[in-house]
T-cell receptor, first 111, second 112 residues
Framework: GIQVEQSPPDLILQEGANSTLRCNFS?????LQWFHQNPWGQLINLFY???GTKQNGRLSATTVATERYSLLYISSSQTTDSGVYFC?????????????FGKGITLSVRP | NAGVTQTPKFQVLKTGQSMTLQCAQD?????MSWYRQDPGMGLRLIHY???????DQGEVPNGYNVSRSTTEDFPLRLLSAAPSQTSVYFC???????????FGPGTRLTVT
């Protein structure tokens, strides 16, 4: 099956710093999503981005499908950005289409 | 829209007990799926459904049953709970044509 690798596994930032989180995947995909799991365990959709670039406030994401990677940028980080960031990809269509998750990146933003 | 809802939020079971985790969505999504999340790992697919009456196994189906009698509901049954099923369970849904998935708030299950 498709492999998803996220790096770095852990990241500690001072409030106000910028960061880049990376997701590499082993095959072409129909879907790529970034999620933030907050300290209460809730999974929050950040981006649906199988290709191209999107921005939402301080967060932006870029997926280069031909090179099989995606980047999530967090600018001017805040303590509320802490949590685990997951990249998930989906390959195939119809009944064969399943979402595969990476192991996540744990981000801690210190005040 | 309430989106994807799950009940209960927390559950403690004894080994050998059975129970059903409930999942419902009000977005008329065709696809629904169940994932489990264990410490230090991403989410792993248990079972999924592409429409009412159609279900299939995911990566870790053993010990779980599902059925899909309506578009809205996709319950997950644990037939005889084991400590290895201690986990956080997430339900998700999406349309048949748009790949973006939406997740419920999760159910934290402990089996003693």
């Amino acid at each position: 099956g498709i492999q998803v690798e996220q790096s770095p596994p852990d990241l500690i930032l001072q409030e106000g710093a910028n960061s880049t989180l990376r997701c590499n995947f082993s095959d072409s995909v129909n879907n790529l999503q970034w999620f933030h799991q907050n300290p209460w365990g809730q999974l929050i959709n950040l981006f649906y981005i199988p290709s191209g670039t999107k921005q939402n406030g301080r967060l932006s994401a870029t997926t280069v499908a031909t090179e099989r990677y995606s980047l999530l940028y967090i600018s001017s980080s805040q303590t509320t950005d802490s949590g685990v960031y997951f990249c998930a990809v989906e390959r195939g269509t119809g009944a064969n289409s399943k979402l595969t998750f990476g192991k996540g990146i744990t981000l801690s933003v210190r005040p | 829209n309430a989106g994807v809802t799950q009940t209960p939020k927390f559950q403690v079971l004894k080994t050998g007990q059975s129970m059903t985790l409930q999942c419902a969505q009000d977005m008329n999504h065709e696809y629904m799926s169940w994932y489990r999340q264990d410490p230090g790992m991403g989410l792993r697919l248990i079972h999924y459904s592409v429409g009412a009456g159609i279900t299939d196994q995911g990566e870790v189906p053993n010990g779980y049953n599902v059925s899909r009698s309506t578009t809205e509901d996709f319950p997950l049954r644990l037939l005889s709970a084991a400590p290895s099923q201690t986990s956080v369970y997430f339900c998700a849904s999406r349309t048949g044509t748009d790949y973006e998935q939406y997740f419920g708030p999760g159910t934290r299950l402990t089996v003693t």
